[in-house]
């Protein structure tokens, strides 16, 4: 089992949609969480971090479930410029000495 | 302008020839680490660094080296590149300190390539 899963995708909505997808990650002492996007061939940027409350951030909303082991991400009212891979991101904690694992990401496509 | 960089960008190269893929960051951030990504298997860690002098092995280890002499490099060294290497590499920082240092600046990529 990998230690930290997303589901592939892609994911195909029109715009304007409501879009969920949820992480599972198996380390239950991991600490911290992220949402990192990445466009076609291009570098990870931090879309937001995931903290324990849930936090919004515009149309963005990130929730974390402690006890399921795993965050989502929704996205609503999505534009044509959401289309990108979101990457879960978990670290085993606070320190950038902590262990990183990405998720292979999963892609989203907006349609007109 | 707050960056990474990375050089080469694009790199096709013969098995065994030794190359060096440059990373430089002038965030003046004392962490700093080499990914691959790879279809299917997401951004893997090759090797990290905490401050000068200091590095660790990541996940994939096997067949590269890296250095960090100075705060702001960390290259990543193939001594005898090999086709299971033919990847896109990722080099980024960060820095210590408060929750926000976890956020990574990554550089745009090298897309390596091993005949």
């Known amino acids: 089992r990998k230690e930290v899963e997303q589901d592939p995708g892609p994911f195909n909505v029109p715009e304007g949609a409501t879009v969920a997808f949820n992480c599972t990650y198996s380390n239950s002492a991991s600490q911290s969480f992220f949402w990192y996007r990445q466009d076609c061939r291009k570098e990870p940027k931090l879309l937001m971090s995931?903290?324990?409350s849930g936090n919004e951030d515009g149309r963005f909303t990130a929730q974390l479930n402690r006890a399921s082991q795993y965050i989502s991400l929704l996205i609503r009212d999505s534009k044509l410029s959401d289309s990108a891979t979101y990457l879960c991101v978990v670290r085993g904690g606070y320190s950038s000495a902590s262990k990183i694992i990405f998720g292979s990401g999963t892609r989203l496509s907006i349609r007109p | 302008e707050a960056q990474v960089t990375q050089n080469p960008r694009y790199l096709i190269t013969v098995t065994g020839k030794k190359l060096t893929v440059t990373c430089s960051q002038n965030?003046?951030?004392?962490?700093m680490s080499w990914y691959r990504q790879d279809p299917g298997l997401g951004l893997r860690q090759i090797y990290y660094?905490?401050?000068?002098?200091?590095?660790d092995k990541g996940d994939v280890p096997e067949g590269y080296k890296v250095s960090r002499k100075e705060k702001r490099n960390f290259p990543l060294i193939l001594e005898s590149p090999s086709p299971n290497q033919t990847s896109l590499y990722f080099c980024a920082s960060s820095a210590p300190g408060t929750r926000t240092y976890n956020e990574q600046f990554f550089g745009p990529g090298t897309r390596l390539t091993v005949l």
């Open positions: 995931v903290y324990s």
């Open positions: 660094s905490m401050n000068v002098e200091v590095t």
């Open positions: 965030m003046n951030h004392e962490y």
